[in-house]
T-cell receptor
Framework: ETGVTQSPTHLIKTRGQQVTLRCSSQ?????VSWYQQALGQGPQFIFQ???????GRGNFPPRFSGLQFPNYSSELNVNALELDDSALYLC??????????????FGPGTRLLVL | GNSVTQMEGPVTLSEEAFLTINCTYT??????LFWYVQYPGEGLQLLLK?????DKGSNKGFEATYRKETTSFHLEKGSVQVSDSAVYFC?????????????FGKGTKLSVIP
């Protein structure tokens, strides 16, 4: 069974640029969630995708957007990068048919640095 | 709103000591509760969970009991090892408009010294 994978592992961008992060869900999981973890903090929920539709969103501005593809993989896009966007971005997958989908399994994350 | 409060760290223990990391929550509804662990430079790993009051989650010697009356989910281990050194996150999950969102505490860093 393949776990959640994310790419790239590290990324450096400058303020104002755009970035795309990628995630492949665990085998059989059709729901993907994205979280932002600032240094020394707990992860904050960005949004969740289920069957290629956004299915819940946290308190993040519209410049944070996403996609989910038919194979359940997902992208997180961030436009007009700000210094405060520097963080570890975590992807998690879950299976709604397994106990309601509340248990989420995380990937290793992408560490983004905005200069 | 929903929130999770963890005891502040860092926590430093000697090998074989007893561990308790306190976690309390506030939630509108009946959440499921989780402990995740994060080793240096890695993502989060699910450690244990409990889905209803009085449930006990356990894994790798760690335990936590869902206490609805005190809105708590304290993590315990009887004898810690150096390999347990990591950051531990308490989290709750509630269904909101059809999606499950995890709300995390700020994390507690544990260091175990030989």
């Amino acid at each position: 069974e393949t776990g959640v994978t994310q790419s790239p592992t590290h990324l450096i961008k400058t303020r104002g640029q755009q970035v795309t992060l990628r995630c492949s869900s665990q085998s059989g999981h059709n729901t993907v969630s994205w979280y932002q973890q600032a240094l020394g903090q707990g992860p904050q929920f960005i949004f969740q995708y289920y069957r290629e539709e956004e299915n819940g969103r946290g308190n993040f501005p519209p410049r944070f957007s996403g996609l989910q593809f038919p194979n359940y993989s997902s992208e997180l896009n961030v436009n007009a990068l700000e210094l405060d966007d520097s963080a570890l971005y975590l992807c998690a997958s879950s299976d709604p048919l397994a106990g309601g989908g509340e248990t989420q399994y995380f990937g290793p994350g992408t560490r983004l640095l905005v200069l | 709103g929903n929130s999770v409060t963890q005891m502040e760290g860092p926590v430093t223990l000697s090998e074989e000591a007893f561990l308790t990391i306190n976690c309390t929550y506030t939630a509108t509804g009946y959440p499921s509760l989780f402990w995740y662990v994060q080793y240096p430079g890695e993502g989060l790993q699910l450690l244990l969970k409990a889905t209803k009051a009085d449930d006990k989650g356990s894994n790798k010697g760690f335990e936590a009991t869902y206490r609805k009356e005190t809105t708590s989910f304290h993590l315990e281990k009887g004898s810690v090892q150096v390999s347990d050194s990591a950051v531990y996150f308490c989290a709750l999950s509630l269904s909101g408009a059809g999606s499950y969102q995890l709300t995390f505490g700020k994390g507690t860093k544990l260091s175990v010294i030989p």
